[in-house]
């Protein structure tokens, strides 16, 4: 029996027996696709969404063309429309963490104020609610790029947008959070 050995970022879905494909892209890419997705919505719902991103992966694998792009980016893609259906989830809690923190902290003069800012957890409250406020496409582009650790041209087949769009997203929402953070960071020295 001859076996073909076929590079894994860009297998032939269409004609090859898919048991034997899909066991072996679950073991390369569940593992960085559930870390992606625990970061976003916790590991529960990570290990859902992995194995419903494999399920519709299957499913549709004939519209997957290794010529185009490495599949994992379409794999990324599929996760993110899935983690779609949890994103009103994600920033309500990213906006009850934003309000809880705002409730907790009493009136601030000055000094408080600065103090609260160098505070971690005034930290989380402000990015948590700027995370909330981002467009989901905003947020999709910066979490698929610093969670789960995908290259614009990767990000870019993920979305099915073009790749000069991932970089300018990333860079402006990358600027939108420097700023908030970066007077916190000058005011420790």
């Known amino acids: 029996m001859t076996r073909i050995v076929e590079r894994l970022d860009r297998p ?10 899909f066991a072996r892209l679950f073991d390369e890419y569940a593992p960085p696709l559930r870390g992606y997705l625990a970061g976003r919505v916790g590991v529960h719902a990570a290990d859902d969404l992995v194995a419903e991103t494999f399920v519709v992966a299957l499913r549709r ?21 899935l983690l779609r259906n949890h994103v009103r989830q994600e920033v309500r809690g990213l906006q009850l963490t934003a309000k ?15 103090a609260g800012r160098v505070d971690a957890a005034a930290r989380l409250r402000v990015l948590a609610a700027e995370l909330a406020e981002l467009s989901e496409q905003d947020r999709d582009v910066l979490l698929l790029t610093s969670w789960a650790g995908l290259e614009p041209a990767e990000v870019a087949e993920a979305l099915g947008v073009p790749a000069s769009t991932v970089r300018s997203r990333l860079h402006r929402v990358r600027h939108r959070l420097q700023a908030l953070l970066v007077p916190t960071e000058e005011n420790q020295s």
């Open 12 to 21: 032939d879905l269409a004609t090859r027996d898919p048991k034997e494909i």
């Open 100 to 114: 809880a923190g705002a409730r907790d902290r009493p009136a601030e003069n000055h000094d408080a104020a600065v």
């Open 61 to 81: 694998r004939a519209s997957y063309d290794p010529e185009k792009a490495p599949i994992r980016g379409w794999l990324y893609g599929i996760a993110t429309n």
